[in-house]
């Protein structure tokens, strides 16, 4: 999403708290999910906040406790885990630039990136504002904790999570700052290949691996055409 | 170590790992005009791989369930009205509510 054009005015990290605001809410609400998937799945309260604490990643949590849950496994669990979190190797590749300091910080940097905070910092000319990229991130770690200790000690009175319609949240969420960010006709083009290419893994690779491949979509960026344009927005 | 202690820690782990690699890998260094061209464009193919896995993937089957209509009328609205709150709220419901029927 181009929330900061160069040469406009920089983003803060407070804009980047508001603008995480609404994912942050569906973060939080999901995350209530979290914690009462994760006790029924043999998790105790205290560990199921742990996981959200250090874990900080909600596919890959609700993956590895849908895989206990069905009888795997540690090793299975941590492999399917990794697998979902995969998309992230392209998105750390594409934020590696825009980062400074030495490989210790910008590891530690990297450590933000959740799915929305990503998009959000993305400044739409191949850069990303590092203030919009921690603001919205720490916003929604706050929630993500928050959700979770509510349904780790709520999980009685919860019940049935999927009841609520919570997990339409995000994907609902992503189509949203999917079709603000893609504006151009290369976009929404590119946008339908990395959908179709994610359809067509879905039955034959695990999850996770559908939407790293899918990423692939985003090499129509090397033909002639994509290039002039990005120079001229750069220019 | 119990089975859910193990997995806390190698989720943690491999998380962080994954995260690390390409903020290290690919720090510090300008850009090539074809690696903005990229990555500007990666956007739009990651998060539509999103929204397609989440509203229509069950596992390794394609389905179309009470989130896919839910998802696509919050999109509808969104179309309409660039709520992005609106858009969500009225996903959860619809799903909510076809969930009940």
Redesign the interface.
């Given at each position: 999403?181009a929330v900061d054009p160069p040469g406009s005015q920089p983003s803060t990290f407070w804009d980047g708290v508001r603008a995480g605001v609404?994912f942050a809410?569906?973060g939080g609400?999901l995350s209530i999910s979290f914690g009462v998937v994760a006790q029924q799945a043999?998790?105790?309260a205290l560990?199921a906040i742990?996981?959200s604490l250090?874990?900080?990643?909600g596919s890959?949590?609700f993956t590895?406790v849908a895989i206990?849950a069905a009888g795997g496994?540690?090793a299975a669990?941590?492999s399917a885990?990794?697998l979902m979190?995969?998309?992230?190797?392209?998105?750390?590749?594409?934020?590696?630039?825009s980062?400074?300091?030495g490989?210790l910080k910008?590891?530690a940097?990297?450590?933000t990136?959740v799915?929305a905070s990503?998009?959000l910092a993305?400044r739409?000319?191949?850069?990303f504002d590092r203030s919009m990229l921690f603001g919205s991130s720490a916003m929604q770690f706050l929630t993500w904790q928050t959700g979770t200790v509510i349904g780790a000690l709520s999980a009685d009175l919860i019940g049935d999570p999927?009841?609520?319609?919570?997990?339409?949240?995000?994907?609902?969420?992503?189509?949203?700052?999917?079709?603000?960010?893609?504006r151009t006709g290369?976009?929404?083009a590119?946008?339908?290949?990395?959908?179709l290419?994610?359809?067509a893994l879905?039955?034959?690779a695990p999850?996770g691996v559908?939407?790293l491949v899918?990423?692939?979509?985003?090499?129509?960026?090397?033909t002639r055409s994509?290039?002039a344009?990005?120079?001229k927005a750069?220019s | 170590m119990s089975t859910v202690a193990i997995v806390i820690g190698g989720v943690a782990l491999t998380t962080a790992a994954v995260k690390a690699v390409g903020p290290v890998a690919l720090g510090g260094r300008d850009l090539p005009d074809w690696f903005s061209s990229v990555v500007v464009l990666l956007a739009p193919a990651l998060l539509m791989a999103l929204v397609v896995t989440q509203t229509l993937a069950d596992g390794d089957r394609l389905t179309v369930g009470p989130e896919t209509a839910g998802v696509a009328a919050g999109g509808l609205l969104y179309w309409r009205t660039e709520s992005i709150v609106g858009c969500g709220l009225l996903a959860a419901a619809l799903t909510a509510a076809l969930r009940a029927l």
């Open positions: 999403m609404p809410i569906a609400m043999g998790f105790s560990e742990l996981m250090v874990v900080y990643a890959a949590q590895a206990l496994g540690a669990a941590i885990a990794t979190n995969s998309r992230f190797l392209a998105m750390g590749a594409a934020l590696g630039p980062l400074p300091g490989p910008r590891a940097q990297g450590q990136v799915d990503w998009a993305s739409g000319d191949g850069t999927n009841r609520l319609g919570l997990d339409a949240l995000f994907p609902a969420f992503f189509l949203a700052l999917l079709m603000a960010e893609a290369r976009a929404r590119v946008a339908a290949l990395g959908g290419i994610a359809l879905v039955p034959f999850a559908p939407v899918a990423g692939a979509a985003a090499l129509v960026g090397l994509a290039r344009d990005i120079a750069q | -």
